[in-house]
């Protein structure tokens, strides 16, 4: 993306947002972090952006929205994955002979503290 095109991005979200300021600096900043990336994908991320905004966007949203879309959607477990985890959790802990043999062993020394006979 050239200069030009990060300033144009800029302008846009101005129209959008009305508070939202430019100045040469903040065109300079921007671009640095603009210029590998490409615009009409930077001017689909705005544009999805606004639609569910109220404030403007930051470098990161209009660089990340793909990514972010992506990472929310993998975040959800499906049907089959929450009846999965649920069935786990309602399954009965299986001990083994040694858990079994030190929850016994702690339940004599605790006996013994509170000075209860077996």
Not at 23 to 44: G, I, M
Request: charged share 35%.
């Amino acid at each position: 993306m050239i200069k030009k095109q990060t300033f144009e991005i800029m302008a846009l979200i101005k129209q959008y947002f009305e508070h939202f300021e430019i100045t040469q600096d903040k065109v300079d900043s921007w671009h640095e972090l603009l210029q590998d990336a490409d615009y009409e994908q930077v001017r689909d991320n705005l544009i999805r952006f606004c639609k569910r905004s109220k404030f403007p966007p930051k470098v990161a949203d209009l660089l990340n929205e793909k990514n972010v879309i992506v990472d929310r959607i993998n975040a959800i477990p499906s049907i089959e994955e929450t009846k999965d985890y649920l069935s786990k959790l309602s399954a009965p802990v299986e001990q083994t002979e040694e858990e079994r043999a030190l929850i016994e062993k702690s339940k004599a020394e605790i006996r013994k503290i509170l000075g209860i006979g077996d």
